[in-house]
């Protein structure tokens, strides 16, 4: 039996998923993988627990009752106690945390993230980490990073480390936004409305501007530019943002209070359609010219994007041995439900993949 420790950053939607989750399935994992999986250290923002045996059921009560003031080394401390197969999970999108990422492997973590962040600082960054990886011998999984719980990063890096040129990825890449743009499309409701009932349904980053400016997008064409063996950096990006000026330097509550203010802009585009056409908002990644491009489209209802339903995510991938028919993935894009599972299939990868490490 290897035993696996786990200590989670971010009790948000995402966070607290994941640990239902894991408790539900422990036992499967334990008779079908020979794993044992036990979360032993949770933190948010301000607040930090760990526990020897690990969480149960009443996490949530433990966690008020018991947790301390976080202390950047809390998690470093307590592990130094046992001779563990220890993952960092990151369920947050703090870019304060990705940059700690580097001293978290430095300290014996292997790492699973739903964050972008990360992958998409700048190329030093991103090369310097995956050389400490290699040189530590630890893992850093990120499949969540696109495309929610869909095999994408995978598949672009199994393509491309099989030799695989690889073409283009276009497709619709955020779920939250190919729910807020099929709703819009089709119901005559405002586009304020849709976006609030999208963050309140967790599909959203939690602030809805993330998504809407083109940034969250942005993140997964760079996430995956980088798989395909480009070196680029986030300021490459062609981006076009939805938010109008007055609110993109905002506070996030200033936001949410005028967000109505999408609305016109929004409505114009919407009225210039034709009855066979809807809108979607589309990434485009051409791996040939080094050309990363980010904005909302007009395409036709019978295309494979207008065809999208809900949270969908859509994903063409030309390569070699796809360049007629592309390589496509379909299915949920977002989602609390589906990017909780995509960490913990990660943190599975990782387990299986490790010696197994016994300890009392």
């Known amino acids: 039996m290897n035993i696996i420790h786990i200590y989670l950053f971010g009790l948000g939607n995402v966070g607290s998923t994941l640990i239902k989750q894991i408790l539900e399935s422990q036992h499967f994992f334990k008779i079908n993988q020979s794993v044992e999986l036990k979360i032993v250290g949770l933190a948010n923002s301000r607040k930090v627990l ?12 433990v966690f008020v009752e018991q947790s301390v003031t976080r202390r950047p080394d809390a998690f470093y401390e307590f592990a130094m106690t046992n001779d563990e ?18 001293e978290l492997v430095e300290q014996g973590f292997h790492v699973v993230t739903a964050n972008k962040i990360a992958n998409t600082l700048s190329q030093e960054f991103y090369d310097d980490l995956r050389l400490l990886l290699k040189e530590r011998e630890l ?44 709703r819009f499309s089709q119901e005559e409701v405002p586009f304020s409305q849709i976006v609030l009932e999208a963050l309140k349904q967790g599909y959203t980053e939690p602030d809805p501007r993330e998504d809407l400016s083109g940034n969250d997008v942005a993140r997964k064409l760079l996430v995956l530019a980088r798989e395909s063996g480009l070196k680029v950096e986030f300021s490459d990006i062609i981006i076009e943002n939805l938010v109008v000026t007055d609110l993109q330097t905002a506070s996030a509550n200033q936001f949410i209070d005028r967000i109505t203010e999408l609305d016109k802009p929004l409505q114009h585009h919407k009225s210039r359609l034709q009855p066979d056409e809807v809108l979607r908002h589309l990434g485009k990644l051409d791996v040939v010219n080094k050309s990363l491009e980010v904005s909302l489209q007009v395409v036709k209802k019978d295309s494979p994007a207008g065809q999208l339903q809900g949270s969908d995510g859509f994903f063409e991938i030309y390569s070699e041995s796809y360049a007629a028919h592309p390589l496509v993935i379909k299915g949920a894009g977002a989602g609390k439900a589906v990017t909780a599972r995509g960490l913990l299939s990660d943190i599975i990868k990782i387990a299986k993949s490790c010696p197994v490490v016994t300890y009392k």
């Open 50 to 61: 760990t526990v020897a045996d690990g969480i149960g059921e009443d996490w949530e009560q």
């Open 139 to 182: 893992s850093f999984e990120y499949e969540t990073n696109v495309g929610a719980g869909l095999p994408i990063v995978d598949t672009i890096r199994n393509l491309h480390k099989s030799g695989e040129e690889i073409f283009a990825v276009n497709g619709v890449f955020s779920g939250s936004l190919g729910y807020i743009f099929n």
């Open 85 to 102: 197969v220890r993952i960092a999970v990151d369920a947050t999108a703090s870019k304060e945390l990705s940059r700690f990422y580097p």
